[in-house]
Each structure stands twice: as structure tokens, then as C-alpha cells.
């Protein structure tokens, strides 16, 4: 993440990797898809599509449920416990 990398494509992902990168506010995405070097890819996480902007083709993927969904959005789990804290007054 710290490169720049905001999602991660692949066919599948262990268990153990896909909810530590959801705990960082990292997008998996599991798909089979046709990509090529330097193809751009679109991810469209409330629909469940990711789309090659190069060639014009997509693809589906399970959607999240809505508490991921706000997970990723928070940037992960500890910026979700802090919005939650900051929003009920704690401290």
C-alpha cells in the first residue's frame, strides 16, 4: 500500500491474507481475468465489477458485504475503530 497499490486481482487468495488485507484497507479482488502488462484495470467495488479499461472487457466478482465495504472505505480496521470512536465522543 505504501507503493501505491490500492487492490490486488488473482483467481484466489488464503483465507488468512484476504482478511488481514481487508483489516489494512486493501481490495481483493478474486477473479479470473485477461490482463496484459500496461492494460489498466477498474475496480467497482459496490457493484462487484473490474473492468479492463484497455480492452474494454469485464468481469464480476462476489460483492462485499456492506460492513467490508465500510471497512475498505475507512482504510481499513483501526481507521474504522478511530471513526467510531471519534463519532460516540470517545477518547
Given amino acids: 500500500m505504501q507503493a501505491g497499490i490500492t487492490a490486488v486481482v488473482a483467481e484466489s487468495f488464503a483465507r488468512i491474507f484476504y482478511r488481514n488485507s481487508i483489516n489494512l484497507g486493501l481490495v481483493l479482488v478474486e477473479a479470473k481475468i485477461e490482463a496484459g502488462e500496461g492494460d489498466v484495470l477498474s475496480i467497482d467495488v459496490e457493484?462487484?465489477?473490474?473492468?479492463?479499461?484497455?480492452?474494454?472487457?469485464?468481469?464480476?466478482?462476489?460483492?462485499?458485504?456492506?460492513?467490508?465495504?465500510?471497512?475498505?472505505s475507512s482504510g481499513g480496521l483501526m481507521n474504522r475503530i478511530k471513526e467510531a470512536k471519534r463519532c460516540s465522543g470517545s477518547r
Fill in 47 to 72: 457493484r462487484g465489477i473490474v473492468r479492463n479499461d484497455t480492452t474494454g472487457k469485464e468481469w464480476t466478482f462476489p460483492q462485499y458485504p456492506p460492513y467490508i465495504r465500510e471497512l475498505i
